[in-house]
């Protein structure tokens, strides 16, 4: 059987005009620090080994949050991501279409989840690299959005 841990990245899209109050509350608050910012996001480390992005973008500060982008991506890690993938759309998730190699679903009751490999390197989750194209990303979970 696959084996399935919590990773340590994670990304929520976010009113952009939250930024100021979000920087403050993870880096002055929680003592996060910012590996790396630019006009669209942000990339803050908690702790020794967890990260999460902010991606900020023209949200809705709307009460439909479960169905809306607004919900954390959380990472899950597997051994078997081929397998593991199958599963999990068998099972009959609903499937997120972001422009980024890895599977984005909604779990029952309504989590976002990212899977990825135990052994990938995902340096681009904690602000090194490229990665994927910040616009297309927006473009697509608009186009999901109710």
């Known amino acids: 059987m696959a084996k399935v841990i919590f990773g340590n990245h994670s990304s929520v899209l976010v009113p952009r005009q939250d930024r100021d109050s979000i920087r403050k509350f993870y880096c002055d608050v929680l003592g996060g620090k ?49 397998g593991m993938t199958r599963k999990i759309l068998d099972f009959g998730v609903r499937k997120l279409e972001v422009p980024d190699p890895h599977l984005y679903f909604q779990a029952p009751g309504g989590q976002c989840l990212r899977l990825v490999g135990i052994d990938e390197d995902l340096s681009f989750y904690e602000g090194a690299g490229e990665g ?11 186009r999901m959005s109710p």
Do not use: H, Q, T
Request: aromatic residues 12%.
């Open 132 to 142: 994927p194209n910040v616009a297309k990303v927006k473009e697509a979970l608009r």
């Open 34 to 82: 910012i590996m790396k910012a630019d006009p669209e996001r942000d990339f803050i480390r908690l702790g020794e080994d967890f990260y999460i992005a902010f991606l900020y973008g023209n949200v809705a500060d709307e009460s439909e949050f479960l169905r809306s982008a607004r919900s954390v991506w959380l990472e899950i890690k597997s051994d078997s991501v081929e």
